[in-house]
């Protein structure tokens, strides 16, 4: 299946300071990429579509000040936590949609932040 | 809208035999998608299986394979042959055959006994 990463893996911060999270479709270009935030022992949950040069579409619920994407490149976009409070300690998943053959999502390895 | 419903929170199963993971859900589109993702304690989703709604036949991948009854809105995952690698959080997914969004369940469980 198709390659989707994520960096970092893990992150460490402080309160009140901003993490950048990068998601990649490594062998094919993704005109559409998904954030989502997972709770432990809970399902996905659905925060932002990511369209490529455009701005993101956001779930109800989900503050787009706080939670900033950018799909700058067809293989390239980062969720970016503004001013990370506890609260916002969770695994984040990005995958993106591969359009050709099966046109399905798949899902980078998740980041676990854990905010200080 | 759209709802995922996965019934049983936790299975288990022998290792070699075999299970089935329940998945119901809720549309009123007549062309769509349906999905079964393992996450393993790795926590990396990882496609199972897919199937077209527009297509009669099940879908089979290798030890896996789906019962898909559309009329009933059913989407089970049987799994022959359990082995210990099985033993993961599978997540049912919808997509509208026109949408973007993937609609997940809340998952289940499953422990392989050796």
């Known amino acids: 299946g198709a390659v989707v990463s994520q960096h970092p893996s893990w992150v460490i911060c402080k309160s009140g300071t901003s993490v950048k999270i990068e998601c990649r479709s490594l062998?094919?270009?993704?005109?559409?990429m998904f954030w989502y935030r997972q709770f432990p022992k809970q399902s996905l949950m659905l925060m932002a579509t990511?369209?490529?040069?455009?701005?993101?579409?956001?779930e109800q619920g989900v503050e787009k000040d706080k939670f900033l994407i950018n799909h700058a490149s067809l293989t390239l976009s980062t969720l970016t936590v503004t001013s990370a409070h506890p609260e916002d300690s969770s695994f984040y998943i990005c995958s993106a949609r591969f359009l050709l053959g099966t046109d399905t999502q798949y899902f980078g390895p998740g980041t676990r932040l854990t905010v200080l | 809208a759209q709802t995922v419903t996965q019934s049983q929170p936790e299975m288990s199963v022998q290792e070699a035999e075999t299970v089935t993971l329940s998945c119901t859900y809720d549309t009123s589109e007549s062309d769509y998608y349906l999905f079964w993702y393992k996450q393993p304690p790795s926590r990396q989703m990882i496609l199972v299986i897919r199937?077209?709604?527009?297509?009669?036949q099940n879908a089979t991948e290798n030890r896996f394979s789906v019962n898909f009854q559309k009329a009933a809105k059913s989407f089970s995952l049987k799994i022959s042959d359990s082995q210990l690698g099985d033993a993961a959080m599978y997540f049912c997914a919808y997509r509208a055959a026109t949408g973007n969004q993937f609609y997940f369940g809340t998952g289940t469980s499953l422990t392989v006994i050796p």
């Open positions: 062998d094919f270009q993704a005109t559409t």
């Open positions: 990511s369209n490529e040069g455009s701005k993101a579409t956001y």
């Open positions: 199937q077209e709604a527009y297509k009669q």
